[in-house]
């Protein structure tokens, strides 16, 4: 296990600056997830640590040695690519044993080192398969078999589940996580899927047009988000802007007021609060506030719904044993919580 470090990183392509003093840690054995839109930098980031790009300013440390001027190959960094880059004309065994061969090492040792790669990302007895009789998932696990083979210090996957159904992304989010908790190799992962960085990531980095936002822990970066680009990227949103009453201690929008916990604004400061669909709860008439259900949409297990409060339309979700008996059309009552606020810049 190492630890990574990135420092006043910086990257531009001509007059295009895509990397702007970019400062992150990831701490030995922690799984950290890239987030953002794409072109925020997340790649290129990536590209970055790698070798495979060299920064225009700053270092990248690995337990404090200073890799930046090292050739991909001696980096010691494992990478998983959005395409899995394996090697088609090559059976599942010689893909794993590629590298090792290149360092020199035994044939008993390459032929150990494979068995376990393969037990590892359970694909046992595998070794002569060809690459195309395997199926997307399959590949998946032998890229970062090849990947991890290696004993990097280091592994970074760029979007390496973007190819899959969803039922196999969902099994392999769970298999990658298994994955790198038992070899403890520190890990940076790249997605644009929030629902990926927060079901793997010990710790989340949102980007954006080059430049970290914030980073924390999933539930804290969910919960209670410190940006208002956080607190809109992450989850479904219900965004009302208004302005802070001082006196009140809450945000007026038009007719209908929001209790702040946050307090630090200006009098008549214009501000932006964000409430995630499930935090917003629709009850029976009589609790909290007052509102109108526009609008059902049966999901299975959920209900999203949309209820008039005030003039303004939010967005709900909620189980359906829960939603089954709220009609369109009636009077419900309205309770928030988790209003997160932030200063309209």
């Not at 990248?60 to 001027?69: A, Q």
């Not at 949103?237 to 007026?252: K, P, Q, S, V």
């Not at 909290?288 to 939010?314: I, P, Y």
């Amino acid at each position: 296990m190492a630890k990574l470090c990135i420092e006043g990183v910086s990257k531009a392509f001509g007059e295009k600056q895509v990397l702007s003093d970019i400062n992150l840690t990831a701490e030995s054995g922690e799984f950290v997830a890239l987030l953002g839109p794409s072109g925020c930098g997340k790649t290129t980031l990536l590209n970055t640590i790698s070798g495979i790009l060299r920064s225009d300013a700053g270092r990248v440390l690995v337990d404090g040695r200073d890799i930046g001027g090292l050739p991909v190959e001696k980096r010691n960094i494992g990478m998983v690519f959005q395409n899995y880059a394996l090697f088609d004309h090559m059976s599942v065994g010689q893909n794993l044993a590629y590298g090792l061969k290149i360092r020199r090492e035994s044939r008993e040792e390459i032929r150990k080192k494979v068995s376990e790669a393969l037990e590892m990302v359970r694909l046992p007895g595998t070794e002569k398969r060809r690459i195309s009789s395997l199926s997307g998932g399959e590949q998946q696990r032998v890229a970062l078999a090849r990947a991890i083979i290696l004993r990097p210090d280091i592994l970074l996957l760029d979007e390496p589940l973007s190819a899959l159904d969803k039922n196999i992304r969902e099994q392999m989010q769970f298999e990658i996580k298994r994955i790198q908790k038992e070899t403890g190799i520190t890990t940076v992962f790249v997605t644009h899927d929030q629902g990926e960085a927060l079901a793997m990531a010990d710790k989340i980095a949102i980007m954006r047009g080059g430049e970290i936002v914030e980073e924390g822990k999933p539930q804290d970066i969910y919960v209670r988000p410190e940006s208002y680009f956080a607190a809109s990227f992450l989850g479904t949103n219900n965004l009302i802007r208004g302005t802070y009453d001082a006196a009140g201690r809450r945000m007026a929008a038009g007719e209908l007021f929001l209790p702040l916990e946050r307090r630090d604004f200006q009098d008549g400061q214009e501000v932006a609060a964000a409430i995630k669909e499930e935090y917003v709860h629709i009850t029976k008439p009589g609790n909290g506030l007052s509102g109108v259900l526009t609008e059902k949409l049966f999901l299975g297990q959920l209900v999203r719904m949309k209820v008039s409060v005030a003039g303004h339309e939010l967005k709900a979700v909620a189980m359906e044993k829960e939603a089954r008996e709220l009609l369109v059309g009636e009077t419900v009552g309205v309770e928030l919580e988790h209003i997160q606020a932030f200063a309209v810049q």
